[in-house]
């Protein structure tokens, strides 16, 4: 293998249908279970460091002033008493001179922001000044002795009101015209032709309220001013993007100068890595560092992080026409979205990538409001999972039919049944196999659908509550749009393995993967492969532990660890060193690179395993004559020597959003409630998931993304709301005991299965799995309860009160 | 000079007296020979088996004291309000939440946190690790200590005691159903070693 060739590779992988063409044939290392994880015993000891835990000589800490109002305007402020209070030491107001106007604060891109605003759009907006003090006390105290004049204005909280022809403007700065930002939509066929073809059609509608991702460490970070130059800890899943935009703000200080540490991260879920104004607060803590000279440190409150939300908040309008075989012939669907940002996503993309659907309308008007920003909370295809489980699922229920037959009867691509999809398979070089098929009949035995599936309000159970089961089931999408570097080198005297990229961990086990990536394409024991995360060494993997681990992360691991064998094999088949007293023969002589392999940290001579050199013995001792050690005494080589060796490798995929990427990998997921009918009370009893990964990398840890994401999922389903006072605009229960997230308790039995059909576009055939179970579950609750009950309760989360509602036991709202 | 109008206070009972001399009498006559008395607002700790006495604030919190004063970074800020057993210590034998208990009332106990918990070599260290017991880690230092203090009052728990003992921590990942299974098998794995010896 020459390195030439790898490097031709990473640029095939540019290829928008680009394939595993080189696949391993032993998988010694990927898919193994019982690899020890490698942050197992720092996260287990409490000793694993956060950016909230870090702590500097002489850090102050940052507080910054929020709205009190849903839409107000600053007036006048004063801030002489907060300047007069002890322990304060820096104050940064909306009208500093020496403020831009608008300043580029990251997020989806670059982005030109007010970095400290004065008029706040939602309640609760960091808006008008910052305070640095001695503590965190003190900061709070000189907050409460501003004053702050306000101009209210009139706000608003419901999409509906939002377009009314005589309603206010949410955003007038920004939206002068009206509150439709803009309007999108997914479409092929004829809506209206299908629907009137169609033997029956049905129409109803969807409002999924507000909700958050609660991430556990709060959104936070830390800068130190050494001499000329910024030093940063962040809590964020970009830091690539922090260093440009940190950079901007000085005057675009040399990129190399900017230096960051991302410690482990508790918890990220998208979120707010894609808002710009969230890091307005950084960039107040950047000034104020650099102004004082000492470190500052700022975190969001508890509260602070509610204000951003999901964004598949809103109202679903759909219209759907079927025929008494269960085929679906058009589906129109209208979603209403509530502070999207990026314009939003969905409600019809899941038609598009599953669908043999001819007929597909899904306009979505992205609409502003006075409550904070939503956006991709595990993730952006909410809206998408939401509309493609409750389609689908109505269907099967007016037809009284089984929905897993609704779904082989539908599943395809783009309007095209499943015989395209096996060409378009063979087509970019997948051996074609029918993955939604596999899914069904392991979810189906798991859950023991034949016998556990009844029609809606039949099964009375003899606790007294009513028993049902539902069916969701759609593709895996590999989030796979994007690009990352990362590096590897032999560390001298044992020659084990450094894998060196920047680390943006958020749990999911991704280190652990890379490594047993490059074991087995290296044939290095495991124990010899580790991941050396380097702060600031410019290895910047892709969204570094977010969406694209394997799908694009692996990939560039898989790179790096081709090459660094290639270099490995030809260092031990080359001259190990030239000096002025001549040459030292290769540690194989007259062997090509061609005739080695590696196994088990051992190089060894194809044809007779028993010619063998250990790693450690190629790379040799490093002694008194430094690092590298060569070293000759009268004539004679002190130490073994070979060069020092290192490669470096990138992927750059294009993903799934530009123009259209077949997706063939698909995920089934089952569900049992036990729904009380005196108290509106649902029970999640057992779940079961099952995904066609591709390719498994690591099972616990695909795993835990199942069961992690059932739980996530069930919160969601079941209770997860941020309620708004309608009277004042202000968010009524931003903390966790007025919001709830699923404990151990809110779900039983959860019972994961993975499939592998390597039909995926990462290395080997895998897809990514961590977004996807998460986005699922929600909405399979009302498929789950209507089978239970009878009634479709299309207002999410499904409460008590909802349930009762539907019952016609209450009065509706 | 504003007069001074407080009378001699015994620093050991409180007492009050009118001369210095007469304080004087009472303290060697009735607290001779007992340990210097502490000052205002200095307590004493047994932290992971280790003694300390520190100088709080009345409004610090235990979690800032651990966490913030003494560097300890395992008691977790994740609610900020006794909502999510983050920031849960054993004191005294029972799980507390640090965040919600004064410094200043914790004078003379026992405090064990994740390091120590870890530091004794505790098997559920290494079976939260076997059974992937975490993902983002932030919430975990507080299920191992509630594990442990579960352990400790029940080495033989059923399932359901475990799901109720967790009931009040958070994991905002999801990793629940991993954390009986790792809780099991550290109870068989100690059972196993008192029953050896």
Known sequence: MSVQKEYDRMIEMEDNLGFDKYPLKDFDQIGRTNVRRLDGKEKASGRAEYTMDIQLPGMLYLKFLTSPYPHAEIKHMDTRKAEALPGVRGILRYDDPDLPEVADLGGHGPTAEKPVPKVAYFEGEPVGVAVVAD??????????????EWEERPFLLDVEKALETDAPLAHPEIYPENNLEVEHAETHGDVEKGLSEADRVVEFKVTRRLHTYVSPERPCGVVRWNGDYPEFWLKHQRPHENKRAISSWFDHIPMNRVEMHMPYQGGTFGGWTQFPWNQGPMYCAALLSKK??????????RRGDFYGGSMDEGNYHFRVGFNHDGTITAVEAKAHLSNPMWEGFGPGNHFEDNTRIPNLYAPRKVIKV???????????QLPNTMSFTLVM??????LGMDPIEVAIKNDGAKGHDMQWLTERKAEVGFTPRDSLKECLEKGKAAIDWGNKWHPPGTHKLPNGKMHGIGFTWTHEWDDSCGSGEIAMRLERNDGTVSILGMRCDNGVNAETGYCQIAANELGMRLEDVFYRPHTDTGFFPMCPDSSTNTGVNGWAVRHCARLLKAKILEAATSPRAVTQR????PHFPDMKPENLDIKDSIIFVKVDPSQKLSVAELVGTSAEAGPLSFHELYGAERHPFSIPLFAHAYQAQIGCYKGFRPKFCRQTHFMEVEVDTETGEITVTRVVNVNDVGKVISPESCAGQQYGGTYMGVGRALFE?????????????GNLLDYKIATIEDCQDIDTHLVETQQGYGPYGATGIGEDIATVVPALLAPAVYNAIGEWIYEFPITP????KALGKIEGE | MKERTNKYLCPYCSTTFETFEDLKNHALAVHAG???????????LTLNGEKYQVQVQPEWTLNYLIHDKLGLTSPKMFCDRGACGSCTVIMNGRPILSCMALAIECDGNTVETAEGIADQEHPLVETYVKHHAMQCGYCTPGFITTAKALLDKNPDPAEAEIREALGGNLCRCGTYPQHPKAILEAAEILRDSEGGE
């Open chain 1, 135 to 148: 503590s965190e006390g003190i900061a709070e105290e000189a907050l409460r002795l501003i004053q702050v």
């Open chain 1, 721 to 733: 709301e941020v309620v708004h006072d309608p009277a004042t605009g202000v968010m009524l229960n």
């Open chain 1, 370 to 380: 006075n409550k904070g920003p939503n956006t991709a909370v595990r993730c952006e």
């Open chain 1, 393 to 398: 699922d109505r269907v099967a229920a007016e």
């Open chain 1, 582 to 585: 001549g040459m030292y023969p």
């Open chain 2, 34 to 44: 007992e340990p210097a008395p502490l000052p205002e607002g200095m307590i004493r």
């Open chain 1, 801 to 804: 009160e909802r349930v009762l």
């Open chain 1, 292 to 301: 004082t000279g000492r470190p500052v440190k700022y975190a969001f409150e």
